[in-house]
């Protein structure tokens, strides 16, 4: 009797305890999902990582194997076949570029697995993946010249010759086509307007920063900076500062910046930036949903666009700018 009371109270601790936890089942359990994510080049990339692992977390039913590739595509198409090789439910891919996805995406679909694209698009076959989420691009990009175009005429500047330097994010990705075409179609359109010289920033501050003090020792002409996200911006801002050159409010060049991450908000709140036209990147919840209706039979849309604005320094308020997430 004394055995059975002793065996008793051993298997209630053990099961209390949790010691009798199969987790192997519960491992199971969990939507095994490899996300390949392009970098972390600038402060809205590591926004938009942070919302994917914490979306993709155990806690809500996944795990997460990611993999930074270091803004290099060939990174990517190796995390890609890893991810295919660890069998993983899911694939989820920022992808660096439009271009040269489409083997390894059909190596994906002939393994089975479903593949969501997350903030850039690709150029490949939409039936190579089975949903995608992010901004439109060539609408921020429209959403920034409406802008410049009204400022400009309140100014009263309508013919004046306006010189803009461009920083140009990464070649082929779809945020710099996008934001690049609504520059260069506005430059068609208005025949004074006349870009001074097109910069690669590669979407970050130390590379930007380099291009624009360079640029500035030959020219200083110029009265707009027009760049393709905040990073390339507090590069460009240093390299204004250095030259002493002065901008933004009440400054001789006005600057438009895409993305509108917290640092870059507070920097328009103080008048340095004229401008932040807003792209969001906290995709991890709808990727999270996207997973969760395709698990449950649903064959979700194949594109979605999020909604987004744009600040200016005219209107922003502290308010806005304390409670911005990221
Ligand atoms: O694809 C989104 C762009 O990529 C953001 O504007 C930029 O900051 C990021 O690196």
């Given amino acids: 009797m004394r055995k059975q009371l002793a065996a008793l109270v051993f298997l209630l601790v053990f099961l209390l305890c949790g010691c009798g936890r199969n987790t192997e089942l519960d491992d199971e359990r969990l939507i095994r999902v490899g996300f390949s994510q392009l970098g972390s080049e600038s402060d809205w990339r590591m926004a938009n990582t942070e919302s994917m692992t914490a979306a993709l977390s155990e806690k809500n039913g996944f795990e997460l194997l990611f993999d930074n590739a270091k803004q290099r595509q060939e990174n990517q198409l190796l995390a890609i076949r890893n991810f295919i090789q660890q069998d993983v439910d899911y694939i989820v891919l920022a992808p660096i570029m439009e271009s040269g996805w489409t083997d390894v995406l059909q190596e994906a679909k002939n393994a089975e697995i479903p593949v969501i694209i997350v903030d850039r698009q690709i150029s490949s076959d939409e039936e190579l993946y089975a949903s995608w989420v992010g901004s439109d691009f060539r609408a921020e990009g ?38 690049t075409a609504a520059l260069e179609d506005a430059v068609r359109e208005n025949e004074n307007w006349e870009i001074a010289a097109t910069l690669p920033g590669e979407y970050t501050e130390a590379k930007s ?28 801002i240093r390299a204004l500062d250095e030259a002493g050159l002065s901008y933004g409010k009440d400054g001789d060049i006005i600057i438009l910046s895409f993305d509108a991450v917290r640092d870059a908000m507070q920097l328009c709140l103080d008048g340095k930036i004229n401008v932040c036209i807003e792209c969001n990147p906290l995709h991890g919840p709808r990727v999270a949903e996207l997973i969760q209706r395709i698990e449950a039979g649903e064959k979700p849309e194949k594109q979605t666009f999020v909604e987004e604005g744009l600040f200016s320094t005219d209107t922003l308020t502290e308010e806005v700018v304390n409670n911005r997430e990221y």
Avoid: C, P
């Avoid at 920034?144 to 400022?151: S, V």
């Avoid at 005429?153 to 070649?171: A, M, S, V």
């Fill in 209 to 236: 920063y380099e291009l624009v003090r360079d640029f500035l020792k030959s020219d200083h002409r110029i009265n707009v900076i027009y760049s393709e996200n905040d990073n390339m911006t507090f590069g460009a």
């Fill in 142 to 179: 429209d959403r920034a010249i409406q802008w410049l175009e009204q400022t400009i005429h309140q100014q009263g500047r309508d013919d004046e010759k306006l010189r803009i330097l461009h920083i140009r994010g990464t070649d082929g990705a779809t945020a710099q086509i996008g934001r």
